[in-house]
């Protein structure tokens, strides 16, 4: 198992090389502090539509240097997709392994019992480009490797999905997410949580005999 700090200390440990389907290869790492310019580029650069589904403080340098000051400071792990040989960051993948008591409750609602022992949130963005081309496909068998590494058996969604943005809810279906329940966001609107559990699944009790 890995701490923040380790990793933090040693990015290596969670960087992969990755090829995309018919573009440029893209190189999956933790954030570090040397990334402030090119976050606040990628935070500036993206529409209105993924600002809507991906809600950030800010899309600017000031948030940009947040995210790169909370390395290893609080319970975020926040990982980045770098074009090569571009350098351009082109997707940010952030952990929590903190759970907040509303996710607490609502998922209490569903009959599952969240714990910080088992259970991590996670939540994608890709630039605009990258979106809907099987980038955060390629990236999923390294979010589950990344959700084990840190010691935790089950991922939910950062904040839920928002019932008006089929990609994403399409792309957790295809990538394992059950629908867990409904919930109505402060503005009125609808949202999903979904979980991802990859414990292995039991066997049927009539195949052990
Ligand atoms: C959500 C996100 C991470 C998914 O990554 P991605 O690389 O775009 O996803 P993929 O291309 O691997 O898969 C998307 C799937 O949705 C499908 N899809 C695309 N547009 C769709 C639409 N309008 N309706 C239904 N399905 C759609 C694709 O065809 C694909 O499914 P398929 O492989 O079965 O054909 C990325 O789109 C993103 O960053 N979106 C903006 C921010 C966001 O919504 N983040 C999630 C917040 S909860």
Not at 6 to 35: M, Q
Not at 68 to 90: F, N, T, W
Not at 113 to 136: I, K, M, N, S
């Amino acid at each position: 198992m890995l701490t923040l700090t380790e990793i933090a200390e040693n990015p290596l440990y969670l960087t992969r090389r990755l090829k995309t389907h018919g573009g440029p290869d893209v190189i999956f790492r933790p954030l570090t502090h040397a990334d402030t310019g090119h976050l606040a580029g990628f935070l500036a650069a993206l529409s209105p539509e993924s600002r809507r589904f991906s809600t950030f403080d800010g899309y600017d340098l000031a948030t940009a240097r947040e995210l790169c000051d909370a390395i290893a400071r609080y319970d975020k792990l926040r990982l980045v997709l770098e074009e090569a040989p571009s350098s351009r960051i082109v997707g940010l993948l952030e952990f929590s392994l903190d759970l907040t008591p509303e996710d607490i409750a609502r998922y209490r609602d569903a009959g599952i019992h969240l714990a910080e022992t088992t259970d991590c949130r996670f939540g994608p963005t890709l630039a605009d480009d990258y979106q809907g081309r099987g980038v955060g496909t390629l990236v999923s068998p390294l979010i589950t490797e990344v959700t084990r590494l840190l010691g935790r058996t089950r991922i939910i969604l950062w904040g839920g999905v928002r019932a008006d943005n089929p990609r994403a809810i399409r792309y957790y279906e295809k990538n394992g997410f059950q629908p867990v329940g409904r919930f109505t966001e402060a503005d009125g609107s609808l949202s999903l949580d979904m979980m991802l559990d990859l414990r292995p699944v039991p066997e049927p009790a009539g195949l052990l005999t």
